[in-house]
């Protein structure tokens, strides 16, 4: 009995090391090709007073509506260092996006153009799709946190299918409100 409990403590260990690293992007480095650099999230400045109120003055976690020009500039900040990643044009599907202070925290799941599923055996996460080490397989979760600088919205940091809470830190890692991430303690 002892022996296979240390199997599978070794194999926990093996696991917990396998899960993908969260990307520190470079946003003047890490733009899809067929994305412009101009393009990635211009605001005009009545957007950029929107954001302001939203994610600063009134210093309260905001959540952004579909359809809304905020939201719209976070995700046009995302989804090019998220295509480069994979290699294909995505769009987000997003299920939390929370706002404070100039910062933005979103959890979604990628999806092919056509809305479809996004074939990782076709990316650099085929090795842990095939093993089983993506959490959500082909629906793994992206995990990211941006940060607003003057127009745009840029990418701080970025995780898909973590088989560990990646995102537990990145509140002190990037001087960011606590409020915006899920509660983990």
């Not at 579909?66 to 290699?87: M, N, Q, Y």
């Not at 959500?136 to 941006?146: C, F, H, N, T």
């Not at 537990?168 to 606590?178: L, V, Y």
């Amino acid at each position: 009995m002892r022996r296979w409990s240390c199997v599978f403590v070794l194999f926990l260990v093996v696991l917990a090391g396998c899960s993908p690293s969260p990307h520190q992007v470079d946003p003047a480095k890490h733009q899809s090709p067929t994305v412009p650099a101009q393009a990635v999230s211009p605001m005009s400045s009545d957007d950029i007073s929107t954001m302001a109120l939203s994610s600063g003055i009134h210093s309260q976690v905001q959540h952004p509506a579909f359809g809304t020009s905020g939201r719209k500039a976070i995700l046009d900040g995302l989804r090019p260092a998220v295509e480069g990643d994979l290699g294909q044009k995505v769009v987000l599907v997003v299920h939390t996006l929370n706002v404070q202070d100039g910062f933005a925290f979103l959890v979604g799941i990628p999806r092919a153009t056509s809305g479809g599923k996004i074939d990782y055996s076709r990316t650099r996460y085929a090795t842990e799709m095939e093993a089983g080490l993506l959490d959500g397989g082909e629906d793994a979760p992206i995990y990211a946190v941006l940060r607003l600088n003057g127009a745009k919205w840029e990418v701080l940091t970025f995780v898909i299918g973590p088989t560990v809470v990646a995102y537990a830190d990145w509140w002190r890692r990037f001087g960011a409100p606590k409020a915006i991430f899920p509660s983990n303690e």
